[in-house]
């Protein structure tokens, strides 16, 4: 950026070590190749992966039902009994694997939950009925 080869600072995220190696080395960068995987970054976020895929490869779709579920709230799949409050964790994690473990309330599944939920929101997890509140 400094000396003034990429366009943008972020622009060195779309090149590979080999490739920044030679953006060093010679000060030139191939600007149509970056545009090119940001176009394809760009792509791949509106991409959304199923919830289910079967040993068979088959592809699984479908929404959960939660009667008496608040609007609003995000349903899903109870795997953790027990209602908590808190704020939103990571996105890698053992949920509900650690959740039975420590007996805390978990739900997973939820649809589209890490674009309707950002980190550091208040939520209200119910564990039992499968349902997340977001709080205000």
């Given at each position: ?10 622009d ?16 030139q ?27 068979d490869?088959?592809?699984?779709f ?15 799949l ?11 964790g ?26 309707l ?9 119910h ?6 509140e977001?709080?205000?």
């Amino acid at each position: 950026m400094h000396a003034g080869v990429l366009r943008e600072k972020e622009d060195i995220f779309y090149l590979r070590f080999p490739e920044l190696e030679d953006v060093v080395r010679t000060n030139q960068v191939d600007d149509q190749l970056i545009r090119e995987r940001k176009d394809a970054f760009t792509s791949y976020q509106t991409l959304r992966p199923p919830r289910v895929v079967t040993s068979d490869g088959e592809v699984i779709f479908g929404t959960y039902r939660r009667d008496g579920a608040p609007t609003g709230a995000l349903v899903g799949l109870p795997v953790s009994s027990g209602t908590t409050e808190g704020r939103v964790g990571g996105l890698m994690t053992h949920g509900a694997v650690i959740a039975r473990e420590y007996g805390l309330p978990a739900v997973v599944g939820v649809e589209d939950a890490t674009r309707l939920i950002r980190d550091g929101q208040r939520f209200r997890v119910h564990g039992t009925d499968g349902y997340i509140e977001i709080l205000q």
